[in-house]
């Protein structure tokens, strides 16, 4: 059985009977657990500095994280501390509105994605698209492809194993959930299935989080450079057909 964590706002009830729906036919595949979603949108700018550290979050992107990114943030760092408590080494993780494409082998994708990840090396794949990617090598047994992600965006459907949940949870509250190019630039391996077998597609509309970007007028010298260089690369990896849409 694979260990599913999924993401749900307390008073999202649709959303809950709709992921429970989804998940039905894979009953006797995942093992579910519910993680109530913190909801940042409630706490006031001096609580959200208590639970984030604010300063660091200027510091990186050139202001601070609004409240329903913190609690994006926090709810996924939620099932990272439950993949710890429960010493999981392999776990799947959802968020709510999650979709699965028409025609993909769930079943074989997540199996061969788990073996992958049982490694001591702190190791995440995207099952997701939205990703920038370096190079890729075939996974044959499922026909998908395994990419070197450079960057993406989205939190919605990743696996994740034990070791890399211990590397994310002893990181400073300081980057957004989805930031994946600073987890790889802690250490932690990021891959993606191409092509992607899972999206959101903006099924209930946005919850608990309103993402925005970086605001580059407000970072040192060195963080522009930085954003500066993941744009470029981006808008490179691009044009040579090395970015995985989100559809």
């Known amino acids: 059985m694979v260990k599913v964590y999924v993401i749900n706002l307390k ?37 959200l500095s208590e639970v984030w550290n604010q300063e660091e979050t200027y510091k990186t992107y050139g202001r601070y994280m609004k409240g329903g990114e913190i609690g994006c943030s926090l709810s996924h760092r939620k099932c ?12 799947l993780i959802l968020e709510d509105d999650v979709v699965f494409k028409e025609n993909a082998d769930i079943r ?16 995440i794949v995207l099952l997701s698209g ?20 450079f960057e993406a965006m989205g939190t919605m459907s990743y696996m994740i194993n034990l070791a890399a949940a211990k590397r994310m949870i002893s990181i400073d509250k300081k980057y957004l959930a989805d930031d994946w190019y600073h987890w790889r630039a802690n250490g932690i391996k990021v891959y993606a299935v191409r092509p ?52």
């Open 196 to 247: 992607h077998i899972a999206g959101d597609f903006d099924l209930f509309g946005s919850v608990i989080a309103d993402r925005e970007g970086w605001k580059r007028k407000n970072l040192s010298f060195k963080n522009k450079l930085r954003a500066y260089y993941r744009g470029v690369i981006r808008r490179v990896l691009g044009k040579t057909g090395h970015w995985e849409k989100r559809e």
């Open 130 to 149: 939205s990703y920038w990617f370096f190079k890729e090598k075939s996974l044959p047994s499922v026909g998908f492809q395994l990419a070197s992600v």
């Open 80 to 91: 990272y501390e439950e993949i710890l408590k429960n010493g999981d080494d392999v776990a």
């Open 11 to 47: 008073t999202s009830t649709d959303r809950k009977q709709y992921i429970e729906h989804l998940l039905s036919p894979y009953q006797d595949f995942v093992d579910v657990h519910y993680v109530e979603a913190v909801d940042g949108r409630v706490l006031s700018d001096e609580q």
């Open 108 to 123: 074989k994708v997540v199996s061969t994605v788990e073996k992958l990840l049982c490694t001591q090396k702190p190791m």
